[in-house]
């Protein structure tokens, strides 16, 4: 058995920030006669996984009452109580890897619940969800997955749900949670 784990930062809130709206002149652009851009690749190991990207609950808005945000496993998200969803944003963690056709997987996390970090009361994640058919609830205890890609990849997103409190200050807020695989 080999066991891969990953913790991932949670960028959970890029803004509990009250909107504003900035105007400013237009200015002509000036040409220029080069641009760079970057080239990136992940060259993976057998039996490993890596994070593309981090659980982002999206920008939201607070009230004088509590409420929750939850992002799905296929990136829809949602809001109750006092809450106010603010643009398009949100979206679930990702992750990918690299083990053998038909190879079982276990897949667990670290805790059931993490708390988030900002300049205000902290606020609690909970209810982490696998993509999954059907959709699975993330626990301590694994929760088995067989790899059905002839070339061996797979991935995976991960979403959860976020406890907004109320009069929440406006700030980033993040923690961060730990997936583990166990290949068997």
């Known amino acids: 058995m080999r066991t891969s784990h990953i913790s991932c930062p949670l960028p959970m ?8 709206l900035c105007l400013a002149p237009a200015v002509p652009a000036l040409a220029q006669s080069g641009t760079q851009a970057q080239a990136e690749a992940i060259v993976l190991r057998p039996l490993s996984f890596f994070k593309v990207n981090d659980l982002d609950f999206g920008d939201i808005i607070p009230s004088a009452s509590a409420g929750t945000v939850t992002i799905e496993p296929d990136g829809s998200r949602s809001r109750t109580g006092g809450v106010t969803l603010a643009g398009d944003g949100g ?46 609830i993330l626990s301590t ?6 790899i059905t890609s002839p070339l061996g990849n797979y991935n995976f997103p991960v979403g959860g749900t976020l406890e907004v409190g109320a009069n929440q200050a406006p700030g980033d807020y993040s923690g961060t949670f730990t997936i583990t695989l166990n290949y068997l």
């Not at 670290?110 to 999954?132: H, L």
């Not at 205890?141 to 067989?146: E, K």
């Open 13 to 20: 809130q890029r803004g509990l920030a009250l909107l504003a």
């Open 91 to 136: 979206e679930p963690a990702r992750f990918a890897g690299l083990g053998s056709f038909n190879r079982q997987v276990n897949i667990s996390l670290g805790s059931n619940m993490i708390w988030i970090t900002g300049p205000g009361t902290r606020m609690r994640v909970r209810n982490f969800e696998i993509g999954s058919t059907p959709t699975a």
């Open 141 to 146: 205890t694994p929760t088995r997955f067989r």
